[in-house]
Nanobody, 124 residues
């Protein structure tokens, strides 16, 4: 059974950095298109970027530069490094996985498996 568990969130001051992790079990992350999303209170869930089945990353324009997605195949873990955090980055951050037959996960409905999220709170 596919299971995703995020960790690494917390409370930080503006300008700080965080590295979020998404540990996978029941499947191998590298065989799936993976994504990071976030949802701020009262707002819709928004995509940050993806790591496709071929190891290529792509990001929503507004997240280019401060956000980096990477994978640790030895630990079967997906990471999201966030630099220069701002109060507007405060949100619940989620990782998600698409089915193994999905080559490219460009929209939220491509993802079938979700973690429970990890909270990031940035103070000014």
């Amino acid at each position: 059974q596919v299971h995703l568990v995020e960790s690494g969130g917390g409370s930080v001051q503006a300008g700080g950095s965080l590295r979020l992790s998404c540990a996978g079990s029941g499947f191998t992350l590298s065989g799936h298109c993976m994504g990071w999303f976030r949802q701020a209170a009262g707002k819709e869930r928004e995509g940050i970027g993806i790591l496709d089945r071929y190891g290529l990353t792509s990001y929503v324009n507004s997240f280019v530069g401060r956000f980096t997605i990477s994978e640790d195949t030895a630990d079967n873990t997906l990471h999201l490094q966030i630099y220069s955090l701002q109060p507007e980055d405060t949100a619940m951050y989620y990782c998600a996985a698409a089915r193994s037959d999905v080559d490219y996960c460009g929209i939220i409905t491509d993802f079938d498996y979700w973690g429970q999220g990890t909270q990031v709170t940035v103070s000014s």
